[in-house]
Structure formats: C-alpha cells, structure tokens
T-cell receptor
Framework: DAMVIQNPRYQVTQFGKPVTLSCSQT?????MYWYQQKSSQAPKLLFH???????NEADTPDNFQSRRPNTSFCFLDIRSPGLGDAAMYLC??????????????FGDGTRLSIL | GEDVEQSLFLSVREGDSSVINCTYT??????LYWYKQEPGAGLQLLTY?????DMKQDQRLTVLLNKKDKHLSLRIADTQTGDSAIYFC???????????FGQGTELSVKP
C-alpha cells in the first residue's frame, strides 16, 4: 500500500544525457516536493508544486526542471547531468490549505548515478 | 548557528533506551517532526508533536518538547537492531515555509 511511489529505484545515466525521474502518489495531496540528498547530508529542497503553482528554490540550478501534469504525478528532469548531480532524489507530498500544512510523506527515492 | 542541530552519532545496546536530542532556533513552527531513514531508503515520518504540547507518547516512542529551551527529544524504549537508522529532526518555520532538517543522528544498536 505504498502511497508515494518513485520510479525507478536506481537510475544510471551518462554525463550530459537528459534523465527523468518520476513520482506518483495515491494520497490526493495537493503539494508535491522534490529533494536532493547527498551522502551523509539532510535532504535539500529543489522545488515544489502547490496545486499547479511551481515554486523554485533560489539556489536550485537551472539544469533541474519539473513537471506536474496532474495531481498524482510529478517529474524531475535533469537536462544535462553532471558528476555532481549523483545523489538520492526524494519525492514528498503533503496536504496544505489556508489553515494548516500537514506533514510531508516521502517516497523511497531514486538513486541516480552518473557515468 | 544552524536552524536545527543534532548530534551526529549515538550508539546503544539492544534493549536499552535511546534518546536523540535536537535544538532549534525558530519557535514559529506549528509542528516539529521526527523522520527515520534506513540505509538506501526514503524518509519515514516517525512521529510529530504539536508545538503547544510538551509530550507525546506512541508505543515505544516518546517525544518531549521544551519550548522555553527550544529543545526536542525522541526517546526509543527497548531499542532493537531494527531501529538502527538515521533520525532527522525537522520543523517548518512560518517565515521559511519549508521543512528545515537537522543534520541527522545516526543510531547504531549493538546486540
């Protein structure tokens, strides 16, 4: 009964070759987040969608893009991956309304390797 | 200093209690959270506490919140080897509007 599903669990791509990571959710949450986590560090927020509104973090490189075609799916596109982009990428969801911001629920992540 | 701080490592023996501590600087968060991350996995929401509470108990887990000292702790009773993981303390300060994590505490449980 996985609620936030990330595919694939492991992704290998070549230096400079575009790659897309996917996330789907069965929670009907209106907010979806993408985090990058490097070894022995806390997750770092890249961006999030609040409904259809895209919110980019100020320090997220232009190389990273995202798409949310519907409530259930969100994609992370890395246009030209560099060696420094090798990391675990985590998707999370939450429900947010005018009065509260509920806890975020995370997927199991996609570990991205760059050759 | 950092927004949320934790010690990096904790080692306990199986059956003992573990206490993981966290300090934070922004007291505007509505909730404070504990997440667990096992090797190679995502973050699992372990428990969270409303900022107006000072204690929450959930089976083997006890969360204590001291708002005056901006200190949060997670106590795991009867620690098992399956509890070995990294534990992240986190909050969402109103002015930041996003989850702010501590560095994570790696809990090692020895048989």
């Amino acid at each position: 009964d996985a609620m936030v599903i990330q595919n694939p669990r492991y992704q290998v791509t070549q230096f400079g070759k575009p790659v897309t990571l996917s996330c789907s959710q069965t929670l009907n949450h209106n907010v979806m987040y993408w985090y990058q986590q490097k070894s022995s560090q806390a997750p770092k927020l890249l961006f999030h969608y609040y409904d259809k509104d895209f919110n980019n973090e100020a320090d997220t490189p232009d190389n990273f893009q995202s798409r949310r075609p519907n409530t259930s799916f969100c994609f992370l596109d890395i246009r030209s991956p560099g060696l420094g982009d090798a990391a675990m990428y985590l998707c999370a969801t939450s429900r947010r309304d005018s009065t509260s911001n509920q806890p975020q629920h995370f997927g199991d992540g996609t570990r991205l390797s760059i050759l | 200093g950092e927004d949320v701080e934790q010690s990096l490592f904790l080692s306990v023996r199986e059956g003992d209690s573990s206490v993981i501590n966290c300090t934070y600087t922004d007291s505007s968060s509505t909730y404070l959270y504990w997440y667990k991350q096992e090797p190679g996995a995502g973050l699992q929401l372990l428990t969270y506490i409303f900022s107006n509470m000072d204690m929450k108990q959930d089976q083997r887990l006890t969360v204590l919140l001291n708002k005056k000292d901006k200190h949060l702790s997670l106590r795991i009773a009867d620690t098992q080897t399956g509890d070995s993981a990294i534990y992240f303390c986190a909050e969402i300060p109103l002015r930041r509007g996003k989850l702010i994590f501590g560095q994570g505490t790696e809990l090692s449980v020895k048989p």
